[in-house]
């Protein structure tokens, strides 16, 4: 009566141990990453137009499927459009990890988690207020190979920060990207928040 268990058992084993062994094969997660992004935020029931730069850098392990990444940003926000106040704009940094999982080779699932600090300055005429923030990130993202060097990715990002000013944040993402050959690549993807919807474009660099 036990066999059919553990006929499963030994089989959902055999599957994830496979997952875990070709683990990053399909692609190469090591890499650097800049780009910028195109969007809008709403700030106190305004609608307003931002911009933005980042550079990422990625190191996966040859014998673990894990990936350490660290990254910087900067945004700001279009000055015409705020109401005294004559300059906004935040600075970005985050380290975090993500674990590759491969069930098939063409598809990659990477749970992952991150720590940032989000440096903003707001400039009301000779006076200047910074903030600092620290957010906790946890992260589900979704890479398909379709054919050839085009990945189509999604994903989901779960935020909180240590000051209760803001609340946690929901972040949906869906995107594509084409791998040109083993040096470099090209994509871009959306962003979307209750407040916020980003469009990026980025360029990698294989290493």
């Known amino acids: 009566m036990r066999k059919k268990p553990l006929l499963m058992l030994t089989t959902v084993a055999s599957l994830a141990a496979s997952a875990l062994v070709n683990a990053g094969d399909n692609y190469n997660y090591s890499h ?19 911009t933005s730069w980042f550079v990422q850098g990625a190191y996966e392990f040859d014998a673990l499927p894990l990936i350490l990444e660290a990254g910087y940003a900067y945004s700001s926000v279009n ?54 923030i620290i957010s906790y990130t946890a992260s589900m993202d979704v890479r398909f190979h379709l054919e ?9 990002a779960y935020q909180d920060y240590d000051e209760k000013l803001f609340d946690e944040s929901n972040v949906f993402n869906i995107g594509a990207e084409y ?11 959306y962003q979307t928040t209750s407040d916020d919807n980003v469009t990026r474009l980025f360029a990698k660099v294989f290493y």
């Not at 791998?179 to 993807?189: F, R, S």
């Open 179 to 189: 791998v040109v050959n083993d040096d470099w690549a090209l994509g871009l993807d």
């Open 32 to 50: 650097i990453t800049v780009g910028a992004g195109f969007g809008n935020s709403e700030i106190d029931e305004l609608t307003i137009d931002e």
């Open 148 to 156: 050839r060097g085009l990945w189509l990715t999604t994903g989901y």
């Open 79 to 132: 000055d015409d459009e705020l109401v005294n106040v004559d300059d906004l704009d935040g600075h970005i940094f985050f380290v975090g990890s993500k674990f590759v999982i491969s069930p098939t080779e063409r598809l990659d699932i990477l749970p992952g988690i991150a720590v940032g600090i989000t440096e903003s300055t707001v400039i009301l005429g000779s006076a200047e207020v910074k903030t600092e």
